[in-house]
């Protein structure tokens, strides 16, 4: 693979060290290699390791091993994903090639040669609409919805393996986690950069899986510490994410029940938006000073009046106190009544008025139980 004026062509590698430049071989006559992809090259000694080429130039090669071989016929990163690399490489001060090579499926074990293709590059010319998050109690049920109805491929991030499973299960996908064997990780990350895996689950370690666009990419529970683990890349899966819709235009959705300080700041600033599939209105909080409450009362009244009205109404109650009087907590459900009525009955004093029976008349004084 010669260059017109004498001089050869150079692969600049970078691996799995704590050093952040490249290594130079010598691309032998006849090897086709091209950014992106993985290769097998000398590395300290006779030992062979393998990297990922992230440059290709003409130059000397004058006292340049060559690579070995290629671990895959074609590259298993786009363009746009190495410049994503290289971003959270210096945001987190690592390494790139310890950054990349976390973020990739295992390597075959033997030699025999695959049917892969190239990875997608990102589209050009798309503009990218602002990230989306979804609080309400049926996000999980719509974004099951979208998915099918979707166009292009799409990425599912879960905070473990276990979420990444159940998903992967409720979507019909391909999983990229350690859940899965090396063999199925690798399978799913070709077939989602051939566009036969329509959509993919898996944890941090498919962030930067190649999708056909129009891509739709989704973080599970954005408010999940599981995002952001020791170990390369020190980069919340959040921050990622925003990143690569910001790079390539994907669609961004993240769902949360209570979602991160993080994230809130930005909806507060216009760059993300809360989406609401329906009412959604924050619950009412009552606070009660219970210090001057009567004995015979674990609750103050305006409290135990809130709860037999919500009761009634067929919504859900929780109350929850820093101390052991009244209630550690409350949640109307039957296996919560049973813990609080026992809680009860451990208090330093006697109460003449049942907290909660699980089928007893509203009207009563006690309330019935209630979904949430």
């Not at 599912?156 to 990780?185: C, F, K, M, N, Y």
């Amino acid at each position: 693979m010669g260059a017109p004026d004498g001089h050869v062509v150079i692969a600049d590698v970078v691996f799995d060290l704590p050093l952040d430049h490249p290594f130079s071989y010598l691309v032998p006559e006849g090897l086709p290699l091209r950014p992106g992809q993985r290769v097998r090259a000398p590395l300290g000694g006779r030992s062979t390791r393998v990297g990922l080429v992230v440059a290709l130039r003409e130059g000397d090669a004058t006292g340049l091993r060559p690579i070995q071989s290629p671990v895959e016929p074609a590259p298993i990163l786009s363009a746009g994903n190495l410049t994503l690399g290289r971003w959270i490489a210096d945001e987190s001060l690592s390494s790139w090639g310890s950054t990349l090579l976390a973020l990739l499926p295992p390597p075959p074990r033997s030699k025999r040669a695959e049917a892969v293709a190239p990875a997608f590059e990102p589209a050009r010319g798309i503009t990218a609409n602002p990230p989306e998050l979804w609080m309400d109690a049926g996000r999980e049920e719509r974004l099951a919805a979208t998915l099918n109805d979707a166009a292009g491929g799409a990425l599912v991030i879960a905070p473990d393996t276990d979420s990444a499973g159940r998903w992967a299960r409720r979507l019909d996908a391909a999983r990229l986690d350690s859940g899965a064997g090396p063999a199925e990780r690798r399978a799913a990350w070709f077939a989602a950069a051939r566009g036969r895996a329509r959509v993919v689950v898996g944890t941090r370690g498919a962030l930067l899986v190649p999708l056909p666009p129009p891509a739709t990419l989704v973080l599970l529970d954005e408010h999940d510490p599981a995002h952001k683990p020791p170990g390369p890349p020190r980069l919340h899966s959040r921050d990622i994410l925003l990143r690569r819709a910001a790079l390539d235009g994907s669609r961004l959705v993240m769902l949360s029940g209570a979602p991160s300080a993080e994230i809130w700041r930005k909806t507060e600033a216009g760059t993300v938006t809360r989406v609401a599939g329906g009412p959604a209105a924050w619950p009412e909080v009552i606070p009660a000073d219970t210090r001057g409450i009567l004995r015979n009362h674990p609750l103050t009244l305006p409290l135990t009046r809130a709860i037999e009205t919500m009761s009634r109404a067929g919504r859900g109650v929780a109350n929850s106190s820093r101390n052991i009087r009244p209630l550690p907590f409350t949640i109307c459900r039957r296996r919560f009544w049973q813990n609080a009525n026992a809680r009860m009955n451990r208090l330093p004093f006697s109460t003449q008025r049942p907290v909660a029976k699980p089928g007893a008349n509203a009207s009563s004084g006690s309330f019935s139980e209630a979904p949430i």
